[in-house]
C-alpha cells in the first residue's frame, strides 16, 4: 500500500515539473468548454502516474522494500515514458492539424484558379 502512495506521489510531482517544462514553465489549468473538457495538467499528473505504474508492475516489477533507489530510478523512467506518450499525440495532433489545413488551401485555391477560368472565357 505504501508502494502505491509513493509511486502515486511522485509521479504526480514528475509530471507536474514535465508538464511545466513542456509549456515552457507555465501551467494550463483544467478548462470545461463546450465542445468538450480540457484536463490541463491534470492530464499531465495522470499519464505520469500511468507510466509509473506500468514501468513498476509489468515492465520491471519491484517494490521498495527490495532496493528503493532502483525503484526510485524505474519510477521516474515510467513516469517520463507517460509524459514522453503524451508529447507524441500532441505532435501527431499538430501534423494532422497542419494536413488538414494544407489540404484546405489546395483545394481552395483549385477553386479559384477553376473560378478565373471560367471567367476570362
Given at each position: 500500500m505504501l508502494d502505491v502512495l509513493v509511486t502515486i506521489g511522485i509521479a504526480g510531482v514528475l509530471g507536474f515539473l514535465f508538464h511545466g517544462l513542456r509549456n515552457n514553465k507555465r501551467f494550463v489549468k483544467p478548462v470545461n468548454r463546450k465542445e468538450s473538457f480540457e484536463l490541463g495538467?491534470?492530464?499531465?499528473?495522470l499519464t505520469a502516474i500511468i507510466g509509473a505504474f506500468f514501468m513498476l508492475l509489468?515492465?520491471?516489477p519491484t517494490s521498495m522494500?527490495?532496493?528503493f533507489g532502483m525503484y526510485l530510478i524505474r519510477l521516474a523512467i515510467g513516469a517520463s515514458l507517460g509524459e514522453s506518450l503524451l508529447v507524441h499525440l500532441d505532435s501527431?495532433?499538430?501534423k494532422n492539424?497542419?494536413?488538414l489545413l494544407q489540404d484546405f488551401e489546395e483545394s481552395l485555391n483549385e477553386e479559384l484558379e477553376g473560378?478565373?477560368?471560367g471567367n476570362e472565357e
Amino acid at each position: 500500500m505504501l508502494d502505491v502512495l509513493v509511486t502515486i506521489g511522485i509521479a504526480g510531482v514528475l509530471g507536474f515539473l514535465f508538464h511545466g517544462l513542456r509549456n515552457n514553465k507555465r501551467f494550463v489549468k483544467p478548462v470545461n468548454r463546450k465542445e468538450s473538457f480540457e484536463l490541463g495538467f491534470i492530464f499531465d499528473i495522470l499519464t505520469a502516474i500511468i507510466g509509473a505504474f506500468f514501468m513498476l508492475l509489468v515492465v520491471a516489477p519491484t517494490s521498495m522494500a527490495d532496493d528503493f533507489g532502483m525503484y526510485l530510478i524505474r519510477l521516474a523512467i515510467g513516469a517520463s515514458l507517460g509524459e514522453s506518450l503524451l508529447v507524441h499525440l500532441d505532435s501527431n495532433k499538430e501534423k494532422n492539424k497542419k494536413k488538414l489545413l494544407q489540404d484546405f488551401e489546395e483545394s481552395l485555391n483549385e477553386e479559384l484558379e477553376g473560378d478565373k477560368d471560367g471567367n476570362e472565357e
